[in-house]
């Protein structure tokens, strides 16, 4: 079992800069690729990005490629999701997920409980 706990979200006005962690303690979290997705409000969620075990292949939403960046740090069981230039409809519900390399939430195995990010504009 892996728990993910998601931290960093808020308020922010649009052009402006967040950055999402998720914290995964356990000696298993580098053995798993890492994904954000999020989900606004009358919308199904949708994947981010993701970053393989070893930080070597990310993938990037074409919505965000540019805009948002995934990085991890093993030694400290963390993922990241540094977002920067934030719109609006950046506003949503973010996950982060451990499973295999992938862009379907479908495929993962473990979810954190979500973290608010809204931008006002």
């Known amino acids: 079992q892996v728990q993910l706990v998601e931290s960093g979200g808020g308020l922010v006005q649009a052009g402006g800069s967040l950055r999402l962690s998720c914290a995964a303690p356990?000696?298993?979290?580098?053995?798993?690729?890492m994904g954000w997705f999020r989900q606004a409000p009358g919308k199904e969620r949708e994947f981010v990005a993701a970053?393989?075990?070893?930080?070597?292949?990310?993938y990037y939403a074409d919505s965000v490629k540019g805009r948002f960046t995934i990085s991890r740090d093993n030694a400290k069981n963390t993922v990241y999701l540094r977002m920067n230039s934030l719109k609006p409809e950046d506003t949503a519900v973010y996950y982060c997920?451990?499973?295999?390399?992938?862009?379907?939430?479908?495929?993962?195995?473990?979810w954190g409980q979500g973290i608010q990010v809204t931008v006002s504009s």
């Open positions: 997920a451990a499973g295999p390399i992938a862009t379907t939430q479908g495929d993962y195995d473990y």
């Open positions: 356990g000696r298993t979290f580098s053995s798993y690729a």
């Open positions: 970053i393989s075990w070893s930080g070597g292949v990310t």
